[in-house]
């Protein structure tokens, strides 16, 4: 027995037992519900078609197939390779160049989407049927990214972040143009302007904020200390281990992934944190970003659920890091390296309203009793706007939650903290994270949990419209 | 002992008006207890006589303390659980030495359900879990009489509809 949801919207929900937002419906199963979806006159939103490159986005697979396994098994694959004979190579590829050419074709054919007032429905499968219908008032993010190859030919992915989405609802590809022009649509109809003009409203003017120059996020990144231990690591674990086995596979065998792991930490960072810009406009925050593969991430307002400032020790006093949450997105930085001053204007941007609290509170003496030392590192303020908790010594993140983004506050006590008469507070916002001030005075956690309950309840109706621009 | 099930009476204004659970889940819990745990003692006795000599049976008495301690648990955790309907939010609280304490607002509920498996229908309970867009929240009230759990998710769907606020 379950009962279908307190919806906000009101509308029924397609399929009460997947969060909602994002709804899939198999075909078939009945005809899918047009309701508001539809056109005023009945007639079915006119369908559009992927770029016709997009066969071509998995014919990279059979071939890296191929060499994974030559590389793993070199010699086996060569004594195979000799075995072929001429006839026999000719008649494999005529068999598996037109087969993956009439499948990519064919997923590519029946793939369709289309945009009415108030869904983006894409339509795709060949053998199991799949709509997708992803609600325009539900958008939490608009990604186009476009990977090296897909600049190349000039196309690019577009990605709506919905609650409950998953990697088969984004459309990849689309022509570079077509993508910018749907994204401002999309981002026009959710805002709520009137469906005839949403067409028309085309790309909101951007303000920017704030850029990273190549320089500082080079230093940055050599300032961290996860870089310089993942470097050490690769270095010296294949070294030990050549001296105590004196064989060179195991030494390959480790010291590739972990290479691996240290220029992805270090290399791989830069190129993605490449030419950071994060913009203001009308549609919300645009963030862009990458030398290689590029993103462009849209946040309509009062999408962010948390934000976090990151201050790694080395860069105490110079730089901090920015991350936030986005309910059904991936990307979870918001500003790379910044100094504090200008960070906290980029937060006041993603914020309206709030202003990042200086001096929090830390837990009462006792607490050393609980958390010997670190307790010095955590910290807690309560602003009209925000709900804020410092943790870390060394490295110090302060988390921010608005209280219009609390979904439920708990208090815990365990039989320790009981016996000191402290107690730790949770909020619990969307996109899965929790905020927690720990170790706080228990008269003043129970205080706290109450005020913030009411605090939740009447940020909330000061929150802007999900419709932002209705 | 088992006051629990009685609503506290009114008390000042603003202060919640707590209910605890209704004594079906202390009893289920408990003759679960006690079945599996007496059959546990009875099987080790047996055993230890037969292949370790009587004296090795005295070990059979650990299970049962074991069970006598349970008990007393089993009490006190069930104590423990008590929920209260305010005006704009639903508290939660439970826990023995690990207390917790926990306040959805009715506008952030996503979903109510009301859950009872094979062996709490055969004792008349069932369950009401709260979801809401944070997938911390876990606010579930065990051993409901299955009219006041149906009662509980028509009043907080209404209420969440009323106050409806999404993510």
């Known amino acids: ?470 | 002992m088992e006051t629990g099930s009685a609503r506290t009476g009114e008390s000042a204004p603003g202060e919640p008006v707590w209910t605890g659970l209704p004594p079906g889940l202390l009893r289920m819990r408990r003759l679960l207890l006690v079945v599996w745990l007496g059959i546990l003692t009875i099987a080790s006795g047996v055993l230890l006589a037969l292949f370790a000599g009587p004296g090795w049976a005295a070990f059979a008495l650990l299970p049962l303390a074991l069970a006598a301690w349970g008990w007393r648990m089993l009490g006190r955790n069930w104590r423990s659980w008590r929920y209260a309907e305010r005006a704009d939010d639903l508290l939660i609280s439970r826990g023995v030495l690990w207390r917790e304490e926990t306040v959805v607002p009715y506008g952030r509920m996503q979903l109510v359900e009301v859950t009872s498996g094979p062996l709490e229908r055969h004792f008349g309970l069932a369950s009401v879990q709260l979801h809401t867009a944070a997938a911390a929240t876990d606010a579930c009230i065990p051993g409901l009489d299955p009219a006041e759990a149906e009662r509980l998710r028509d009043r907080l769907t209404e209420l969440g509809e009323a106050r409806s606020a999404g993510l």
């Not at chain 1, 949801?5 to 937002?21: E, K, L, T």
């Not at chain 1, 459309?171 to 949403?198: I, Q």
């Open chain 1, 1 to 470: 027995m379950s009962t279908a949801a307190p919806d906000p919207s009101g509308h029924p929900s397609a399929a009460p037992d997947s969060p909602p937002g994002a709804a899939a419906v198999p075909d078939g199963e009945g005809s899918v519900p047009g309701g508001e979806g539809s056109l005023p006159d009945g007639k079915q939103p006119s369908e559009r078609r992927l770029h016709p490159v997009t066969p071509l986005r998995r014919a990279w697979a059979p071939v890296a197939v191929l060499a994974g396994w030559a590389v793993h098994d070199p010699g086996q694959a060569q004594e195979r390779l000799t075995g072929l004979t001429t006839t026999a190579l000719l008649l494999g590829l005529a068999v598996i160049v037109p087969g993956a050419a009439l499948y990519g074709f064919l997923s590519w054919w029946f793939t369709h989407f289309a945009v009415t007032d108030t869904e983006l429905r894409i339509r795709t499968g060949l053998l199991f049927r799949r709509t997708a219908h992803i609600r325009l008032e539900r958008l939490q993010a608009v990604d186009v990214t476009q990977p090296l190859l897909a600049r190349v030919a000039g196309v690019a992915k577009l990605k709506l972040d919905v609650v409950g989405t998953d990697e088969k609802d984004e459309l990849a590809y689309l022509g570079e143009g077509e993508a910018r022009r749907l994204r401002a649509e999309l981002l026009a109809r959710a805002a709520g302007f009137a469906p005839e003009s949403a067409g028309e409203v085309g790309e909101a003017p951007v303000r920017r904020l704030l850029h990273v120059p190549p320089g500082v996020l080079a230093a940055s990144l050599l300032l961290t200390g996860a870089t310089w231990a993942s470097l050490v690591a690769a270095l010296v674990v294949p070294t030990l281990l050549w001296f105590a086995t004196h064989s060179v596979w195991t030494v390959l065998a480790t010291g590739l992934p972990l290479l691996g792991a240290a220029g992805a930490s270090s290399v791989g960072r830069f190129v993605g944190e490449y030419d950071w810009t994060v913009g203001e406009s009308p549609d919300g925050l645009r963030i862009d970003h990458g030398l290689l593969d590029r993103a462009h991430e849209t946040v309509p307002p009062g999408r962010v659920q948390t934000v976090r400032i990151v201050e790694p020790l080395l860069w105490r006093g110079r730089w901090v890091r920015v991350e936030l949450d986005v309910a059904g997105s991936s990307n979870s930085v918001l500003v790379p390296v910044a100094p504090r001053e200008v960070a906290h204007a980029v937060i006041a941007a993603v914020l309206p309203g709030v202003a990042v609290p200086e001096a929090l509170d830390r837990p009462p003496r006792r607490a050393g009793w609980c958390v010997p030392f670190w307790w010095r590192g955590y910290g807690l303020a309560v602003t009209g706007t925000v709900f804020a908790t410092r943790r870390g010594l060394l490295r110090r993140r302060l988390f921010l939650v608005p209280h219009a983004k609390a979904q439920s506050v708990r208090l815990t006590q365990g039989p320790w903290e009981r016996r000191k008469g402290l107690a730790d507070v949770h909020v619990d916002a969307g996109a899965g994270r929790t905020v927690t001030a720990r170790l706080r005075d228990a008269t003043e956690a129970a205080d706290l949990l109450r005020a913030q309950a009411d605090r939740s309840r009447t940020g909330r109706r000061e929150a802007p419209p999900d419709r932002w621009m209705a």
